[in-house]
């Protein structure tokens, strides 16, 4: 080729091939290689059993090829075979080869038809080959056999596009000259990802099973049906030759006979068969390397970098190297204490955008979780004041009190402080559940050393578990450090005297009118179909009312609904449905909204609905109690008070108020930073401080860097890629790109791929009375008359005139053809004046050809439109 650099682009690209497909990816390169694209029987299998001149492919009626051949040409001097999924085994019978491509394609597609888009590597060295990389796709069928799917049609055409989609694929459209060329379902799918044609070769085959009288020299001469890189034209064996073991150089040699010896080839033998489709190809590809280029450097670059930071760790690692184990374990634990820490204090780098985790789930807990558990058990109203009323007649026993007992006050406030055992060390298990979670991501990173990663989530979670217990015994103290002494001198606390005076304060006193508490986005989740469905609103609580808005401009309001008498339920959600509902009602029975007594309101997640039902807390609208539980109130209530009692109550009820306020105050103070301090920051400590010692002792360092054999196969891998990355930079770099390569063939007149087959002809079959202009013997084309009198050169412009004259220049066969009337189908489209094939130092034709524009196309629409 004149570019040895080029040659061995083609074997880098191999490499590449071979490195991605061993790592199950492509690293989103797509590397030039060939498709080859065509019908069941198309003679696919057979043109590349040509190039390697050996029998190595399956053969049988049907659908044979059902797994995409990756088929690496390698020229060597020595023949043998290799697949990648049998790394380090050299096939050097063939036939042999054919038996492991049958049995790797059963083992994935099954035994019965099936197919599958995983394909095959296999490269093939051998004296007899130039370098070339294509891939053999299954033949397009129309009807499933066996296990096929119904839809297999469709299933095989997606295949194939997925891989001549790419831009950096050439496509092999390959065609038996036995069936209507226009009807071609390798062209129409080319053309479909391929408009301009730039990377669609034509062949054609079975060229010595055409009808007698018949020929497709018009179309190997690019003049009917053109594409832009033209057509080649091969003989393949037969059924007979293949099953009688046809020697494939015998075959190649009848071939090139074949040709030779055609009246209608002859004089383009040169540039057909399998020899010289193999060079084409070969040139195709190199040139088609050479264009893509720049953007091959530029993915390279990109992909080079992507990986530097990744094989870093790689590069000097060496696995029985103790002191690169001791190096590796303080980093990856030093890295561990950091992300653990990142994670809970809070980073800019890594951020997490999909949903709260760490440090900002803890202090959802702190903020919203715990403060809601203890509302909750604020609403209980009716129960309190029975309780408050029988400890006011127990203290009085057989007397009638006159005034109201402080020991009753003492008594229902300690009652009060003991329940908030229960939500502050659910509190506790919270924290401790997403720490745990927090452990387990952060030692992900050590999963290339499993022991070392299972100790490390032991020894961090045993030490979590320690402070727990002891960050529960906290909590339980500084609650019996409350119940130890009730402190009614608190400045908060108002006292006796104000009792009452307070109580009248609270009911007179109101919410800010237009504090807004929270807003965001709900679901109505129980609108019916008819009336819309559900549907999506921006809300907004306020103190005094809950809104809902068309969307988050706040501009067209939907609705109000006034707080008063609203409660809260929980609702299950539907068996379909993926999201969390909670309801909003009117506790007299009234419709909330239009003719619905309640408001199905649906969150994405658990946790939001939480946070909404805390919102609504803070807002007073309070959570349902049980039915049964209302029922049992309602019945011990009735009980009669008399007036002083009830005054009692009244006084008791709001010195509670105020003192569990102040203590709840408190209680939410502490309880985040008695978590933080006995539990989270010791973790962090121990950590940075004893993990390593903790280590050491739980097993040797040996144990605990053994490497997984996933990591070591993934390192190797890794490693391979990235050298066969910057190999193929530098091989890149060092290509001549002032070399002269072809140039791309002119644009061809193809609108003949869009038109449907019911419009074309069959080019193939060319009969004498319409396709000879005037004058011209008819006999001289066909097969019984024997040969022109003297072969036409290949360069020569005597295409466009009649082959048995040769001494007739090409002008002339214009100014014969001048009648714009007369037998227009010998005419090529105007651009297609010299096929593809023809070398780049053969002149073309003569400008001199002034007469050209008198021929008048539109009488051949059924040709060419």
């Known amino acids: 080729m004149g570019n040895r650099g080029m040659e061995e682009l083609i074997l880098l690209i191999n490499k590449l091939q071979d490195a991605f497909s061993s790592i199950g990816q492509n690293c989103h390169l797509d590397l030039p290689q060939i498709a080859v694209v065509g019908g069941q029987s198309a003679g696919k299998s057979s043109v590349l059993e040509n190039f390697v001149g050996r029998d190595f492919l399956p053969r049988g009626s049907g659908i044979v090829t059902r797994r995409p051949l990756v088929l690496q040409l390698i020229f060597s001097n020595t023949e ?7 790394k380090n085994k050299k096939f050097t019978d063939f036939d042999e080869v054919r038996r492991e491509i049958e049995a790797e394609t059963d083992r994935v597609t099954g035994t019965n038809k099936g197919i599958s888009a995983v394909p095959i590597n296999l490269r093939v060295y051998s004296p007899h080959v130039l370098n070339l990389t294509l891939i053999d796709l299954p033949g397009i069928t129309k009807v499933p056999v066996g296990d096929q799917p119904p839809d297999i049609e469709y299933q095989i055409r997606d295949m194939i596009l997925q891989f001549i989609s790419r831009e950096s694929t050439l496509i092999l459209a390959v065609t038996p000259a036995n069936m209507d060329l226009a009807n071609s379902d390798a062209l129409k799918m080319a053309k479909e990802v391929d408009p301009q044609g730039l990377r669609t070769i034509g062949v054609i085959t079975k060229l010595d099973l055409m009808d007698e009288g018949t020929d497709a020299r018009d179309i190997l001469e690019n003049k009917l049906l053109p594409l832009r890189r033209g057509y080649i034209g091969v003989v393949n064996r037969s059924q007979k030759d293949i099953e009688g073991r046809k ?7 009848a071939e090139r006979k074949f040709f030779l010896s055609h009246p209608a080839y ?5 540039r057909m068969g399998t020899p010289h489709l193999q060079k084409a190809l070969n040139q195709q590809l190199t040139n088609h390397i050479r264009e893509s280029l720049p953007a091959l450097r530029s993915k390279l670059q990109s992909q080079v970098l992507s990986l530097e930071k990744e094989v870093e760790e790689y590069k000097n690692f060496r696995p029985d190297d103790p002191t690169r184990k001791t190096k590796a374990l303080l980093q990856m634990v030093q890295q561990f204490g950091v992300d653990f820490e990142k994670r809970i204090e809070g980073s800019g780098d890594q951020v997490d955008t999909l949903e709260l985790s760490g440090g900002a789930r803890i202090n959802r807990i702190f ?17 309190l004041r029975r309780e408050i009323s029988y400890a006011i007649k127990n203290i009085h026993g057989v007397r009638t009190g006159l005034f109201t007992p402080d020991m009753a006050f003492e008594a229902i406030v300690k009652k009060q402080i003991v329940k908030l055992k229960e939500p502050s060390l659910k509190c506790v298990d919270l924290v401790v559940s997403e720490l745990t979670a ?5 030692s992900q990173k050590l999963s290339s050393y499993p022991r070392l990663q299972e100790e490390t989530e032991r020894i961090v979670t045993t030490h979590i578990r320690e402070r727990e217990g002891k960050t529960k015994d906290q909590i339980l103290l500084l609650i019996d450090i409350e119940l130890s002494y009730i402190n009614t001198n608190h400045e908060d606390f108002i006292g006796f005297a104000n009792a009452q005076q307070r109580s009248t304060q609270l009911n007179k006193k109101r919410a800010i009118p237009n504090q807004v508490i929270r807003k965001g986005w709900l679901t109505i989740n129980n609108i019916s179909l008819m009336k819309g469905g559900s549907k999506e609103y921006w809300f907004v609580l306020t103190a005094e009312a809950l809104s809902w808005y068309k969307d988050e401009e706040e501009k067209e309001k939907k609705y109000m609904l006034p707080l008063d008498n609203l409660k809260i339920r929980d609702v299950e959600k539907g068996f ?3 999201k969390h509902i909670f309801a909003v009602f009117n506790t007299e029975q009234r419709n909330v909204y239009k003719d619905l007594r309640q408001i199905e309101l649906a969150c994405d997640s658990q946790e939001e609905v939480d946070s909404w039902k805390a919102s609504f807390l803070r807002a007073g609208v309070y959570p349902e109690k049980d039915q049964a539980e209302n029922e049992e109130g309602t019945q011990e209530n009735t009980f009669s008070m008399d007036p002083q009692l009830e005054r009692q109550v009244e006084t008791i009820r709001n010195l509670v108020d105020s003192y569990v306020a102040i203590i709840n105050k408190s209680i939410r103070d502490l309880m985040p930073k008695t978590i933080m301090h006995i539990m989270i920051n010791n973790t962090k400590a121990f950590i940075h401080h004893e993990l390593l010692a903790y280590l050491y002792s739980s097993a040797d360092q040996t144990s605990l860097m053994e490497e997984s054999a996933e990591q070591a196969q993934r390192r190797d891998e890794m490693l391979r890629m990235y050298h066969a990355l910057k190999d193929a930079l530098n091989i890149i770099g060092d290509i001549s790109t002032s070399t002269v390569s072809t140039p791309m063939p002119p644009p061809v007149d193809d609108t003949w791929l869009q038109s449907s087959s019911s419009h074309s002809p069959t080019p193939q079959r060319r009969p004498v009375s319409s396709v000879h202009p005037p004058g011209r013997p008819p006999a001289v084309r066909g097969p019984t008359p024997g040969p022109p009198l003297i072969p036409m050169p290949v360069g020569t412009t005597a295409s466009f005139s009649a082959p048995p004259i040769p001494s007739r220049p090409g002008s002339q066969g214009m100014f014969a053809n001048s009648d714009p009337f007369s037998a227009p189908p010998q005419i090529p489209s105007r651009p297609a004046r010299i096929p593809p094939g023809v070398p780049p130092g053969v002149p073309r034709r003569p400008p001199a050809a002034p007469s050209r524009p008198t021929i008048i196309r539109p009488t051949e629409p059924s040709l060419l439109d």
């Not at 020697?247 to 040699?253: F, L, S, T, V």
């Open 80 to 86: 043998h075979a290799e697949f990648l999924h049998c």
């Open 576 to 578: 379909m449905s993926t």
């Open 367 to 383: 903020h919203e979780r715990f403060p809601f558990e203890l509302v909750k058990m604020e609403f209980d109203e009716k129960d």
């Open 247 to 253: 020697d494939i150089r015998a075959a190649m040699a």
């Open 266 to 270: 002859r004089h383009m033998a040169d």
């Open 438 to 442: 927090v452990i387990k991501k952060c």
